[in-house]
């Protein structure tokens, strides 16, 4: 995917007559093969939703990233990839016409709620996994106008304290999950699978909202 001088690498899987399509924005350090991301992604596959994902940073970018951390809290950056690979989907024949949700983990969340408040009425919804919403800032939280779910462990209290205030920010329809007993990494048992669950949920529901009125 062109991405200005550069091209992003992902994963694309597209089931047949698919409701809408997910791109998936990682968290800090991670990338297209996080098997979290990975799970919840077939689960919404399951759910007829294709899944988009890709690297946000170059290979280079990586090594460099490695080394200085610099990148991955490069929100401004994270965001104009997200949007770069948002156009070339809008442009893919296969998957033009589709509706486009945003799935972000940790500080992948503020750049899809960034992206989504850019594109307006193009995204169709935002999930947030173990997410820093509050990096997006109190001006632009109140400029999304995708239906946002924000899914925090209840054994996450800091993060969950940043997303309870981020949510009080959001003017558009809002929902904050607690997976009962997840830390900030849902490594314990059953809980990817409740994000998963909630997850694929909240995008069917609102990509069905958006083609009862395209």
């Known amino acids: 995917m062109p991405a200005g001088d550069h091209h992003l690498v992902g994963d694309l899987v597209l089931p047949d007559a698919a409701v809408g399509l997910v791109l998936f924005a990682h968290g800090s350090g991670s990338g297209r093969h996080s098997s979290r991301n990975r799970r919840v992604a077939r689960r919404l596959q399951d759910a007829g939703i294709a899944t988009l994902l890709f690297d946000l ?41 589709l509706a486009i ?29 173990g997410g820093r919403p509050d ?13 946002t779910l924000l899914i925090v462990g209840s054994a996450d209290p800091v993060v969950l304290q940043l997303n309870r205030h981020a949510g009080q920010h959001l003017r558009v329809e809002h929902e904050l999950k607690l997976v009962p007993g997840a830390t900030h990494l849902f490594e314990e048992p059953g809980a990817l ?7 694929a949920d909240w995008f069917a529901t609102h990509m069905a909202r958006r083609e009862q009125h395209a």
């Open 101 to 129: 949700g945003y799935f972000g983990a940790s500080t992948g969340a503020a750049a899809a709620l960034i992206a989504a408040a850019r594109l307006g009425r193009q995204i169709s919804a935002v999930v947030s996994r």
């Open 57 to 97: 940073l170059t290979p280079e970018e990586e090594e460099v990233d490695l080394q200085t951390r610099q990148h991955r809290f490069d929100i401004p950056l994270l965001t104009q990839r997200l949007q770069d690979a948002t156009a070339w989907a809008a442009a893919d024949p296969p998957l033009r016409g």
């Open 135 to 147: 990096l997006a800032g109190p001006v632009v939280l109140a400029e999304v106008q995708a239906p």
């Open 193 to 199: 699978d409740a994000v998963g669950e909630a997850a």
